[in-house]
């Protein structure tokens, strides 16, 4: 059987698609190298910033760049292409399009998994950047499963921002106190579970060792629908 190989389209953010490969790494269930899955990673950090152009399409526009790093990753022999940035999915129809091989979601992959693993949940908190609040994406994901959601009010939405851009991004520490603040509005708004639905807040997820069943990584839920797809077991827990 030829071998599968991972073809990871990064940059957007950096430390998110570090942390990704890590996660990978951590998360086969492994012996040895040769237990692990290929992969090809182009940490493309200077693709244009995803949410200043979903807010402004005088923006640079990101997709060209993308659509010529997914087909690099496809020439280069990629089975499967993911891209580690939530909102980057909001061209995620055109990328697929662009390529012959499939193009793993991370948006209906999280939704997807939180109908699986966890019950009796009805409402969904979604905590993600502005751009990818404002395209909808994890809405329709929850209205496409029956679920109801919920998302930040203005003034949480922006201090979630700040904690994105000018904290985790910019390489400073997160405000941890703040960040548990507004998922605890949206349990108090009556949500079964909070997606995170940006990397930089799973490296939040990361730094701080949550151990929520409620608040579910859209990276982690990411990395094991990689590995799976590419032949190999995932570590429990």
Same mark, same amino acid.
């Given at each position: 059987?030829?071998?599968?190989?991972?073809?990871?389209?990064?940059?957007?953010?950096?430390?998110?698609?570090?942390?990704?490969?890590?996660?990978?790494?951590?998360?086969?269930?492994?012996?040895?190298?040769?237990?692990?899955?290929?992969?090809?990673?182009?940490?493309?950090?200077?693709?244009?910033?995803?949410?200043?152009?979903?807010?402004?399409?005088?923006?640079?526009?990101?997709?060209?760049?993308? !659509?010529?790093?997914?087909?690099?990753?496809?020439?280069?022999?990629?089975?499967?292409?993911?891209?580690?940035?939530?909102?980057?999915?909001?061209?995620? !129809?055109?990328?697929?399009?662009?390529?012959? /091989?499939? /193009?793993? %979601?991370?948006?209906?992959?999280?939704?997807?998994?939180?109908?699986?693993?966890?019950?009796?949940?009805?409402?969904?908190?979604?905590?993600?950047?502005?751009?990818?609040?404002?395209?909808?994406?994890?809405?329709?994901?929850?209205?496409?499963?029956?679920?109801?959601?919920? /998302?930040? %009010?203005?003034?949480?939405?922006?201090?979630?921002? %700040?904690?994105?851009?000018?904290?985790?991004?910019?390489?400073?520490?997160?405000?941890?106190?703040?960040?548990?603040?507004?998922?605890?509005?949206?349990?108090?708004?009556?949500?079964?579970?909070?997606?995170?639905?940006?990397?930089?807040?799973?490296?939040?997820?990361?730094?701080?060792?949550?151990?929520?069943?409620?608040?579910?990584?859209?990276?982690?839920?990411?990395?094991?629908?990689?590995?799976?797809?590419?032949?190999?077991?995932?570590?429990?827990?």
């Amino acid at each position: 059987m030829k071998e599968k190989i991972l073809g990871v389209l990064g940059g957007v953010g950096p430390l998110a698609t570090v942390y990704f490969m890590d996660m990978l790494v951590k998360m086969t269930d492994a012996q040895s190298d040769q237990g692990h899955i290929p992969v090809l990673c182009f940490n493309h950090s200077t693709i244009p910033d995803r949410t200043a152009y979903i807010l402004d399409h005088r923006c640079p526009n990101p997709l060209p760049v993308m !659509e010529a790093d997914a087909k690099l990753l496809e020439q280069a022999g990629a089975s499967y292409i993911v891209i580690p940035c939530n909102t980057a999915h909001y061209f995620y !129809e055109q990328l697929q399009k662009a390529v012959r /091989i499939p /193009i793993i %979601n991370i948006i209906t992959e999280t939704v997807s998994y939180i109908t699986d693993h966890l019950q009796n949940v009805k409402k969904i908190g979604i905590l993600a950047t502005e751009g990818t609040i404002a395209a909808g994406s994890y809405q329709k994901a929850c209205a496409d499963r029956g679920l109801d959601f919920a /998302i930040p %009010n203005k003034s949480d939405l922006q201090s979630l921002m %700040n904690i994105i851009y000018r904290q985790v991004k910019a390489g400073k520490e997160a405000d941890f106190e703040e960040f548990m603040r507004i998922i605890g509005v949206m349990k108090h708004d009556g949500c079964d579970a909070v997606i995170l639905g940006c990397t930089e807040l799973s490296i939040i997820h990361r730094d701080f060792h949550m151990k929520r069943m409620d608040v579910v990584d859209s990276l982690e839920v990411l990395a094991k629908k990689s590995i799976a797809l590419c032949g190999k077991k995932a570590v429990e827990g």
